[in-house]
């Protein structure tokens, strides 16, 4: 019996000793009914998220294309331009190709070279997907060709008559270089006609490339 009632005194001391740690912590726990709450520190520096930025379609080939053709194309209206305000000559007079022709066509054949060059590239750059152009190219490549030979006619005459040994002959060559000149501009009408001309004939990508284009409109 006192072993009994000796256990059953330590298992209630120990029941005891348990209930008021629990207690205690409930106490503990159901005192403390405050709630902190994070405030915004007036002074710190605010963040804001801009909208991602679209990414920009990419531009077609084709329409890149179209544009360097225009770029090229207006060049040459340009010069060709340029010469025709400088064709004021009397064919049976060599005297009347005066000193102000002379000192600007060497120029001008410069520039319808550099400007025949550049459309002869911007043509032949067309993107290959596109072989609906070709027959239109070729038949412009054909008057760009033309344009060249009469270009280098013209030289021909202006470095004859700049090594010619007298007055009488360099005005000659003079002459011939300003008909010759007369014939660059009449090429490179003809060339600025096929390539309007073939803008018309394409359909398709080709002919929306050209109206897309900021370059040609």
């Not at 159901?30 to 710190?44: F, H, N, Q, R």
């Not at 060049?75 to 600007?104: H, K, R, W």
């Not at 280098?152 to 360099?170: E, L």
Request: net charge negative.
């Amino acid at each position: 019996m006192k072993h009994g009632a000796v256990r059953g005194i330590r298992v209630g001391v120990v029941c005891a000793g348990m209930s008021l740690v629990v207690a205690s912590l409930l106490t503990a726990c159901a005192g403390d009914t405050s709630v902190v709450v994070p405030t915004d520190d007036p002074s710190a520096p605010r963040t804001t998220s801009a909208p991602p930025t679209p990414t920009p379609t990419p531009t077609p080939e084709i329409v890149t294309w179209a544009g360097k053709v225009c770029i090229a194309r207006d060049d040459l209206v340009a010069t060709v331009g340029e010469i025709a305000m400088n064709l004021q000559y009397d064919p049976q007079a060599p005297e009347s190709v005066g000193e102000q022709f002379q000192s600007q066509v060497e120029a001008q054949m410069g520039d319808v070279e550099a400007a025949s060059d550049r459309l002869g590239a911007a043509l032949g750059g067309v993107p290959l997907d596109y072989i609906e152009a070709a027959a239109a190219l070729s038949a412009i490549q054909v008057k760009v060709d033309a344009l060249t030979a009469a270009r280098d006619k013209t030289m021909g005459h202006v470095d004859a008559a700049q090594q010619a040994g007298d007055p009488v002959s360099a005005g000659l060559e003079w002459l011939k270089a300003a008909g010759a000149a007369k014939e660059t501009f009449d090429a490179g009408t003809a060339t600025l006609d096929a390539l309007s001309q073939a803008n018309g004939a394409v359909d398709g990508d080709v002919q929306d490339a050209f109206a897309k284009a900021p370059e040609c409109q």
